[in-house]
């Protein structure tokens, strides 16, 4: 089945700088790359998403990049703020159908003010 | 958006008991529905894979047995563990996907369920 490992574990930041968290994956299959993001206690809410076609995908602050032939996607989080600090997850699924979505390890991120 | 509506939040039973965890669609319809366990501070791993009107699909190393999936309507999935014991204390959380309209193949999750075991 597919692996999806992610880097880094944790994370803190100054207020303002930039984040980012990278994850690999193993099936060449996957074509589907959502980011989630999970607050304390509460459940994994999708922030943004990229599939096989596109490299690059923003929304305001938050960017996701997409290399097929690494085979690895990263989360880009510019001027953060403390409000962004929760637990991000990468990932991948082949999408469609009963297709499964196979999550990272998570990264915890602090924004510190 | 779509809604993924779990119940109970949180559950506390005695071991040798068994718990159910239902999972709802509100407003769409979820052929396929997803169950993860997460523990403290760690990621959510995929438990199986729950089809409308057919078996689940279990992960390698996940007890079929222990952990039954009924998927009866096209809106509803349960969990429920069989002869609970302390090591199965856990946060379960299920998801389904959406895919009619723009939201279409997007995961969505229920608040999750926190299941203590005395």
């Known amino acids: 089945g597919e692996n999806v490992e992610q880097h880094p574990s944790t994370l803190s930041v100054q207020e303002g700088d930039s984040a980012v968290i990278k994850c690999t994956y193993s099936?060449?299959?996957?074509?589907?790359f959502p980011w989630y993001k999970q607050e304390l206690g509460k459940r994994p809410q999708l922030i943004i998403d990229?599939?096989?076609?596109?490299g690059e995908k923003k929304d305001q602050r938050i960017a996701v990049t997409l290399n097929k032939t690494a085979k690895h996607f990263s989360l880009h989080i510019t001027e953060t703020q403390p409000e962004d600090s929760a637990v991000y997850f990468c990932?991948?699924?082949?999408?469609?159908?009963?297709?499964?979505?196979?999550f990272g390890t998570g990264t915890s991120l602090t924004v510190i003010p | 958006g779509a809604v993924v509506s779990q119940h109970p939040s949180w559950v506390i039973c005695k071991s040798g008991t068994s718990v159910k965890i239902e999972c709802r669609s509100l407003?769409?319809?979820?052929?396929?529905m997803f169950w993860y366990r997460q523990f403290p501070k760690q990621s959510l791993m995929l438990m199986a894979t729950?089809?409308?009107?057919?078996?689940?699909?279990?992960e390698q190393g996940v007890e079929k047995d222990k952990f039954l999936i009924n998927h009866a309507s096209l809106t509803l999935s349960t969990l429920t563990v069989t002869s609970a014991h302390p090591e199965d204390s856990s946060f379960y959380i299920c998801s389904a996907r959406d895919r009619t309209g723009s939201g279409a193949n997007v995961l969505t999750f229920g608040a999750g369920s926190r299941l203590t075991v005395l």
């Open positions: 729950s089809n409308e009107g057919s078996k689940a699909t279990y």
């Open positions: 990229i599939r096989s076609n596109v």
């Open positions: 407003d769409f319809q979820a052929t396929t």
């Open positions: 099936d060449s299959a996957s074509n589907y």
């Open positions: 990932a991948a699924s082949r999408g469609g159908g009963g297709n499964q979505f196979y």
